[in-house]
């Protein structure tokens, strides 16, 4: 088989699959309908027209008729009067409508014969119609209840297309939600044993540091700060008196520094 062969043989075959699929066998019943009732129509229209043309020759007819009843009259009645030419004449005219009308007559027989075949030919192409739309109908209506049927057990199933979309849909949801359960375990997991940091306790440790920190700076402000007033005490007391001994003078200890018993007798009895 050529190339050009086997790609029309496949196009052909997608057509007809496809158009399988688009066919519906109830717009495909009523179109036929309705072929059949145009069919119908265009038959009866030809009896109409066959029995136009019978009743016009059926016309002439009678008038052959009557005019060569009246030649027939015409002729007697010159005979009547002695006037035989006029009698032969008229029966002449009389013999030329015969003719004719024998025609007319075989012509109104021909078109009556074809009445009568058309008028049984649409007699039964009517009844063929009738009965085509009863079973159309039962057709059309038996088709939608198998339709509404496979459509109800492929629900059930599960094997429709719209059901299958929301199979898949549910698969992957549940898909996902035990992937998302899997890694919060492994998480979990991992914490529990220490090799990730749980991120709820990142920074504790440098706050406490940061803490400490400030607690030991604030304890060096107030040692600098004590040392700062006991410099600023001594530098602000009266100067001692002069002594002939060359020592010099003890400084003088801050008061918050000397013994209890030493500031009592100092300060004397109250």
Do not use: C, W
């Amino acid at each position: 088989m050529s190339l050009m062969k086997r790609i029309s043989l496949i196009f052909r075959s997608k057509a007809n699959r496809a158009l399988d699929r688009a066919e519906d066998p109830r717009e495909t019943l009523d179109y036929s309908y309705q072929r059949q009732i145009e069919l119908l129509s265009k038959v009866r229209r030809g009896v109409a027209d066959v029995a136009t043309s019978r009743k016009r020759v059926e016309l002439q007819a009678n008038q052959l008729e009557q005019q060569s009843q009246k030649l027939h009259d015409q002729a007697q009645k010159a005979l009547s009067m002695g006037r035989e030419d006029l009698a032969r004449e008229a029966l002449t005219r009389k013999s030329g409508l015969v003719g004719q009308l024998n025609d007319l007559k075989a012509q109104q027989a021909q078109l009556q014969g074809e009445e009568e075949k058309l008028t049984l030919a649409s007699q039964r192409l009517q009844a063929k119609v009738e009965s085509f739309r009863t079973r159309k109908e039962t057709i059309k209506a038996t088709y939608t209840a198998a339709e509404a049927q496979t459509k109800i057990n492929e629900a059930f199933s599960g094997i429709s297309e719209e059901m299958g979309d929301v199979g898949m849909a549910v698969q992957r949801a549940e898909d996902k939600t035990a992937q998302m359960q899997a890694r919060a375990g492994a998480i979990d997991e991992l914490i529990s044993s220490g090799a990730l940091d749980d991120a709820s306790q990142v920074g504790q440790g440098d706050d406490i540091s940061r803490e400490l920190e400030a607690m030991s700076s604030d304890s060096d402000v107030e040692s600098e700060l004590a040392a700062l007033k006991a410099g600023s005490s001594g530098a602000t007391a009266p100067p001692a008196i002069e002594s002939t001994d060359s020592t010099p003078p003890a400084p003088e200890e801050p008061q918050s520094q000397r013994p209890q018993s030493q500031q009592q007798r100092e300060e004397g009895p109250a």
